[in-house]
């Protein structure tokens, strides 16, 4: 969530630079606090269906497609040098919206890895629960006199 929140912080800067027009910092940003908050939520009940799971996994593929779109956009933008000397000045133009470009590549590598992790954990989990058998609670056992 706090590499959400500084993915959100980076888009704006480069937003007020005029340097980002596709607003993928603040996609990117509000669905990795999302699916942090979702993961908390999820996490936090014992009982977990078969519905929640598969809720987790397509929100982990819409995830996954815009992490990807967002990597893409933010290393095209990368690699663009549209830096308005009038913002900054021409001495301090370049250095700094590079900088905080690299953040952001930085940002969505970080929030890529983290979702590819979350769903290599939520497969393993998911097959272990299903490899899991339920034991009869009641521990007497079931013979007929």
């Known amino acids: 969530m706090v590499v959400g929140l500084g993915t959100i912080v980076c888009d704006v800067i480069l937003t007020i630079m005029n340097e980002s027009y596709s607003f ?10 999302i699916l942090g908050i979702y993961l908390i939520l999820f996490m936090s ?3 977990k269906n078969q519905g ?6 397509l929100f982990h593929v819409g995830m996954f497609i815009v992490a990807v779109i967002a990597l893409i956009l933010s290393s095209i933008n990368l690699a663009s040098d549209s830096c308005y000397k009038i913002f900054l000045g021409p001495d301090r133009c370049h250095d700094s ?3 905080i470009k690299i953040i952001l590549v930085i940002f969505f590598s970080f929030t890529f890895a983290q979702i590819c992790i ?3 954990m939520t497969c393993i989990y998911t097959k272990k629960s299903r490899l899991t058998v339920p034991r ?3 521990p007497t056992p079931n013979i007929a006199y």
């Not at 993928?24 to 606090?33: H, M």
């Open 118 to 120: 979350t769903i290599a």
């Open 52 to 57: 929640s799971f598969q809720r987790l996994k």
């Open 45 to 47: 009940h014992p009982h």
């Open 97 to 99: 919206s590079y900088l």
């Open 24 to 33: 993928t910092g603040l996609w990117s940003g509000a669905l990795s606090i």
């Open 136 to 138: 009869n609670p009641d």
